[in-house]
């Protein structure tokens, strides 16, 4: 385990993010993969199908990525983790203040669903009320 003080191993080509929502896993991770020169796959965006569905070639993507030279990602999705892990050269781990990831959380929930975003394969944030409703 690497603290903030330690030197990272020389060759960093496959890393993973991890840390609770909202912490700032897809920014990081995106940064990180231009600074590697790896590709970013958002993970999120191969685990969810229309409708907010699990993909079913969710592992077969995950592994077909996790085989390339350099890449990036978030380190999430129970069923994943032990591929991701084993093939990580990096975890970092983003662990802030309750108060912010809280504030971002929101923020980006109320962006996403006032401007009808686009997230991954068409879905969009339901409805707020869904907040105190749906599990």
Not at 16 to 36: E, M, N, P, Y
Request: aromatic residues 10%.
């Amino acid at each position: 385990m690497l603290c903030a003080q330690d030197s990272l191993p020389p060759r960093l080509r496959r890393v993973l993010v991890a840390g609770v929502s909202g912490v700032g896993k897809s920014t990081l991770a995106s940064r990180i993969a231009a600074i590697t020169g790896g590709q970013h796959t958002e993970i999120d965006s191969l685990y969810h199908g229309p409708g907010w569905a699990p993909r079913e070639n969710f592992l077969q993507d995950v592994n077909r990525f996790t085989s390339e030279d350099a890449w990036t990602t978030e380190w999430q999705y129970p069923s994943a983790r032990g591929l991701l892990a084993r093939r990580a050269d990096l975890l970092v781990w983003l662990d802030l203040p309750f108060p912010v990831t809280f504030a971002r959380v929101v923020r980006r929930t109320l962006r996403r669903r006032f401007l009808r975003e686009a997230l991954w394969n068409g879905n969009v944030e339901p409805p707020l009320r869904t907040v105190f409703t749906d599990r």
